[in-house]
């Protein structure tokens, strides 16, 4: 069993920064490619961004690409998403996942159907 827990959310004006933290407990034998994604009320979750197991394949929605970054620390379980110059319209929960299935197990996973364990999220708000 792998549990997954955000950090880092907040209330932030826009043009400023969060970084948002995801550590995995529990049975954490493997390292798994993993994924930050985000709901807005009423959206579907999106990708935002992907990571590899080794942390050298990334993956970035278009969206946020220049303005976040995903970086890993397996020696601590932990993945983080580093967020710049946020804006309005990046309101939302934002959560993490881990890819556990062998064949997902290279590259960064962009699909959500690609994830097994989700984390319970953490809330996002940018003001205008």
């Known amino acids: 069993q792998v549990q997954l827990v955000e950090s880092g959310g907040g209330l932030v004006q826009s043009g400023g920064s969060l970084r948002l933290s995801c550590t995995a407990s529990?049975?954490?034998?493997?390292?798994?490619?993993m994924g930050w994604f985000r709901q807005a009320p009423g959206k579907e979750r999106e990708l935002v961004a992907a990571i590899s197991r080794s942390g050298l394949s990334t993956n970035y929605a278009d969206s946020v690409e220049g303005r976040f970054t995903v970086s890993r620390d397996n020696a601590k379980n932990t993945v983080y998403l580093q967020m710049n110059s946020l804006k309005p319209e990046d309101t939302a929960v934002y959560y993490c996942?881990?890819?556990?299935?062998?064949?997902?197990?290279?590259?960064?996973?962009?699909?959500?159907?690609?994830?097994?364990?989700w984390g319970q999220g953490t809330q996002v708000t940018v003001s205008s």
């Open positions: 996942a881990a890819a556990v299935q062998a064949q997902y197990q290279y590259r960064a996973r962009t699909r959500p159907s690609e994830y097994d364990v």
């Open positions: 529990g049975r954490t034998s493997s390292t798994f490619p």
